[in-house]
């Protein structure tokens, strides 16, 4: 009996400290692809063919070990994007007058006769990017940095709040508010969140759907009248805008009513005011793309956000009034970024991502998957060659295409010598997740 | 790779200290003292910055026994190594920087010599580097090409050196021209990572570059401002 008890501890032991396979590779078919999103336990595989516009779903099949690939077939459309952290949804931009969600698990039993569960039109771009937790997720736009909340309540999709941008105090202002930046670093998120946390939101929004309404009453008269030869499209054009107009003096005029009778404003002045719509109109316009980070990314807790600033690829924590604070320089203008998955204690650790490195043997540039370790501030160098962009798993294997090959790799073999433990190994699916 | 000659110099500055030695073969080498950064595969840090010759770059290895400066050339490098007593040797080579492959069937390619005839024969121009696999680079190319081109600037697009040419038969790609999907094979671009994002937008005005490369999609009116502001 003791000696059984002895094997079995043993067996359980030795089973507890099996490594996953050091470097998984699967034949994938040859396409057009840059972006590989790849869902936390590793299972699911989102591709884009660029070259047939297609958006497929793959499934990595782990049979004792034999690995292969199952293909759904999927209505998605060009850059579709998982919302994060748990892959319940993706998102399908510019997709029938919107970003439409799909439900992944839709996506799998219907493949392409699956059917979008919610369409949001305000928000709606490619390269965007989704993070999340328990309490929701939020989108964050390519161009502007512009962000949406959203809500998963009773299984459906809801929008919460207004669209707000996220890293306001990098803006680079344009000349002709460059005077408002000290301005904007002081006190832009003190009234920024007097007026997020009022009802004003509230009140404004049915000012301007009232004043828009006639803007559209409008554009269909218009359109009549062209119709039949009574008006052209300059005139119609000019009327659409001028109405457009009157709406905004009436949001501004609406705002500061709303701020002087609201107590809680009482120490914000009307220059404040003012400068807060001028910075506001800015940040919405789209003069905004030019004056912030460059090849965006949301972390997939949305606490953190990535691009190229200045010269280089930097990482920032979002705070309080979703002004940002930098925290890693990768010192290289480096591809878009992804960001590992938290850990159970909440850090994100790691982003992955594409650049050039020189190699001495050969005096040439060549492209190389890397991995920068957030905290230490170290580079590590996984694959060589022309690949995809790459992406972790939430147990931080990292998974990249490499012209007709998906590649798994054990990330801490290559960065620490150690390995990731396996702890699903006979699980259908390419390795295991790390604890949930 | 061919050695073609090897010539020593003797240099007697000190310390950090060979910094005369190194700064006197920037200055004749025409740096523009640009430094971007990259490492290399033997782990140490590469500094690079472009030359007023478009197509020619200095690259500059720190190693504890001594700096390496590296002239940079579509068909030759030249690499001076700089010991810790400041000697500095100099060797030069018929070396390729760019894959091979680009030498053959050069009418598929764009070369920086095709580069430098552009910025030649056009006063104001824009470079429009887009690949395949990013789709954006793909559905906004008229639109940038007709902003670009109303504002008076000469547009052309070069396609990312590693994509497949055989690989753009379906619609999708049917309004890019057989000019402007020619594979870039300009080492001017290519340091400055053209192909690491696309679109990737290069501006020139008097045969130099006018700002540092645009990564990524603008919206019209943004893109407007941007180029208004080299007219």
Redesign the interface.
Same mark, same amino acid.
């Given at each position: 009996m003791i000696l059984l008890s002895f094997v079995l501890s043993f067996i359980f032991a030795a089973s507890e400290n099996k490594c996953i396979p050091e470097h998984i590779k699967i034949p994938f078919p040859d396409?057009?692809?840059?972006y590989v999103r790849v869902s936390p336990d590793g299972k699911h595989l989102i591709v884009?063919d660029?070259?047939?516009?297609k958006v497929y779903l793959y499934e990595v099949v782990n049979d004792g070990g034999k690995y292969s690939l199952r293909k759904y077939e999927t209505p998605l459309r060009?850059?579709a994007y998982p919302v994060e952290p748990d892959w319940e949804f993706i998102s399908s931009p510019y997709h029938d007058g919107g970003t439409q969600y799909f439900r992944v698990s839709d996506l799998i039993q219907l493949q392409d006769k699956a059917t979008s569960v919610y369409k949001e039109t305000a928000l709606n771009e490619?390269?965007h990017s989704i993070g999340g937790d328990k309490d929701g997720f939020t989108v964050m736009s390519?161009?502007r940095l512009q962000s949406q909340k959203y809500k998963v309540v009773e299984d459906k999709i809801k929008a919460e709040g207004e669209l707000e941008t996220i890293c306001p105090n990098l803006m680079d202002l344009?000349e002709n508010l460059r005077h408002l930046k000290s301005w904007m670093l002081s006190d832009y998120q003190k009234v920024d969140e007097i007026v997020s946390n009022s009802d004003f939101g509230g009140a404004l929004d049915m000012v301007m759907k009232a004043c828009y309404a006639k803007v559209t009453v409008i554009a269909e008269g218009c359109g009549k009248l062209i119709k039949t030869g009574k008006g052209t499209i300059v005139e119609c054009k000019e009327n659409i805008n001028r109405r457009s107009d009157i709406c905004l003096e009436q949001y501004v005029t609406s705002l500061k009513k709303l701020i002087k009778a609201d107590t809680a404003m009482s120490n914000v002045t009307e220059e404040d005011v003012d400068n807060y719509i001028k910075l506001g109109n800015f940040l919405t316009?789209?003069?905004?793309?030019?004056h912030i980070l460059?090849?965006p990314i949301l972390s997939n807790d949305r606490k953190h956000v990535a691009g190229?600033y200045g010269?280089?690829t930097k990482v920032y924590s979002i705070g309080a009034g979703r002004y940002c604070t930098q925290e890693n320089d990768l @010192? *290289?203008?480096?591809?878009?970024v992804s960001f590992s998955y938290p850990t159970v204690d909440g850090d994100t650790k790691y982003v992955t991502y594409?650049?050039?490195?020189?190699?001495?043997?050969t @005096? *040439?540039?060549?492209?190389v998957v890397k991995v920068y370790d957030l905290k230490s501030n170290k580079?590590y160098?996984i694959a060589?060659g022309?690949s995809s962009y790459s992406n972790f798993t939430k147990d931080e294997r990292i998974i990249y295409v490499e012209s007709d090959t998906l590649n798994i790799v054990d990330a801490h073999k290559k960065m620490y010598g150690t390995c990731i433990k396996d702890t699903q190994s006979s699980s259908s699916g390419a390795g295991s997740p790390a604890s949930q | 790779?061919q050695l073609l000659m090897v010539v020593t110099f003797f240099a007697h500055a000190s310390g950090e200290k060979c910094s005369n030695e190194i700064n006197k073969l920037l200055q004749k080498h025409q740096s523009k003292g640009e430094w971007?950064?990259?490492?290399?595969?033997?782990g140490?840090i590469?500094k690079r910055s472009p030359t007023s010759n478009i197509g020619e770059w200095v690259?500059i290895?720190n190693r504890k026994s001594g700096d390496k400066v590296s002239i940079i050339k579509p068909d030759s490098?030249t690499d001076y190594t700089v010991d810790t007593s400041c000697m500095v040797k100099k060797e030069v080579s018929s070396?390729?920087?760019?894959?091979a492959k680009f030498e053959k069937n050069k009418k598929d390619f764009f070369s920086d010599q095709d580069l430098k005839l552009k910025m030649k024969k056009n006063k104001l121009g824009l470079i429009y580097v887009w690949?395949?696999?990013?789709?954006?680079s793909?559905?906004e190319f008229s639109a940038i090409k007709k902003t670009a081109e109303s504002l008076g600037y000469s547009f052309h697009a070069v396609m990312a050196a590693?994509?497949?040419p055989e690989?753009?038969?379906?619609s999708?790609f049917s309004h890019i021209s057989k000019d402007f999907r020619r594979r870039n094979a300009s080492l001017e671009l290519?340091?400055q990572?053209s192909d690491?994002?696309s679109p990737t937008m290069f501006i020139y005005k008097n045969n130099k570059w006018s700002a540092?490369p645009l990564?990524?999609?603008?919206?019209?009116?943004?893109?407007e401002?941007?180029l208004k502001k080299y007219l």
């Open positions: 396409m057009n692809l840059e884009t660029t070259e047939k516009d060009n850059e490619f390269y390519w161009t344009p316009s789209d003069e905004a793309s030019m460059i090849n190229v010269d280089s @010192k *290289s203008r480096t591809s878009k594409s650049d050039l490195e020189y190699n001495e043997e @005096k *040439s540039d060549v492209k580079t160098t060589t022309d | 790779m971007t950064q990259l490492s290399s595969t033997d140490d590469v690259q290895i490098m070396h390729h920087f760019l894959n690949s395949p696999k990013f789709i954006y793909v559905k590693d994509d497949n690989k753009l038969n379906s999708s290519l340091l990572k690491l994002h540092k990564v990524g999609v603008f919206t019209k009116k943004a893109l401002q941007e």
